[in-house]
């Protein structure tokens, strides 16, 4: 999706805390675009990434009265991977190089940006025709270096052919990399990883090692290590192992991490480790030299 708000960085509210296993406790400020709202965690000012992590929003949970939906237009990226995770409801995709795609709730969809791609997000008339509702999660991978121009590429995961494991009664999805015994088929770059899980009240996780990682709770609350956890904050925990998190009340969370790649540079929607690219990329964009996307060819958002 595109950054939507008016400056990449938001502002969160910041817990440093004073244990072993917890680095950070980031708290977002919801920002309001017209009945629709997004939480920013990554990146901001106090922290720029989580291992290849550059970007994280929740969008929603938001409620459309018929006629009305989401309604992004053609964009464009490049340097990263775009993951795009529902909770509830369904976007459509475009992009550059062909695909059409409806999302919907468990699919995982990682839209290679590398070299360049351009994309939309709207929503089918089948689903505006009716209230509805959209609720989910909108992550960046930075890549390597060695495949930043990479060639852009979209890739589908259906729900079903995301591998699931039950720990100590907490079912967890492994939506990205290897966790508790279990691999996702999705596409990496490099160590990633990415889990959902739902703990009911009471229940504990512990969480899987990785050089980096944090977890976000979408709803409910934790408790971890003596500090309590709110709802929509995200926690950063060191490389201690045996990390474990309760949950204070039925809770969903995300849990992303990986091995770090090194400082990016992030303007609008383009992601690179060379600002030269970024001004590039700016330039390309102004003058049409993008691809555009397949079957939205009119309208776009300009710089």
Not at 11 to 25: F, L, R, S
Not at 185 to 202: D, H, M, R
Not at 280 to 294: H, M, N, P, S
Request: charged letters at 20%.
């Amino acid at each position: 999706m595109s950054n939507i708000l008016s400056s990449t960085e938001q502002g969160c509210d910041v817990i440093e805390a004073q244990c072993d296993a917890i680095q950070t406790i980031l708290s977002p400020r919801a920002s309001d675009l017209g009945g629709f709202s997004v939480r920013r965690l990554l990146p901001t000012a106090k922290r720029k990434m989580v291992g290849p992590w550059i970007f994280f929003d929740e969008m929603g949970p938001a409620e459309f009265p018929a006629g009305e939906g989401i309604n992004v237009l053609p964009h464009p990226h490049i340097g990263i991977a775009t993951v795009t995770y529902l909770f509830e409801g369904e976007i459509l995709h475009r992009d550059s190089v062909g695909s059409y795609q409806p999302i919907r709730p468990g699919d995982i969809n990682l839209m290679v940006a590398g070299s360049g791609i351009a994309h939309s997000e709207r929503e089918r008339p089948e689903v505006t025709a009716t209230d509805h509702r959209l609720h989910g999660l909108q992550l960046w991978l930075a890549l390597p270096e060695n495949n930043e121009e990479t060639a852009p590429a979209f890739h589908h995961y259906p729900d079903d052919n995301i591998p699931s494991v039950e720990i100590d009664g907490v079912p967890v999805r492994v939506m990205i990399g290897s966790a508790y015994g279990v691999t996702s088929p999705v596409l990496q770059f490099s160590e990633t990883l990415y889990l959902e899980a739902t703990l009911k009240a009471g229940q504990t996780l512990e969480l899987p090692e990785a050089p980096e990682r944090a977890v976000y709770i979408a709803s409910g609350a934790l408790r971890a290590h003596g500090f309590e956890l709110p709802t929509h904050s995200m926690t950063i925990f060191s490389r201690e192992p045996g990390v474990a998190i309760t949950a204070t009340e039925d809770t969903r969370i995300a849990v992303i991490g990986g091995e770090p790649l090194g400082k990016r540079f992030i303007e609008w929607n383009f992601v690179s480790s060379s600002k030269a690219r970024i001004d590039k990329a700016r330039e390309d964009w102004r003058a049409g030299r993008f691809e555009k996307v397949v079957g939205d060819e009119e309208a776009f958002i300009p710089y």
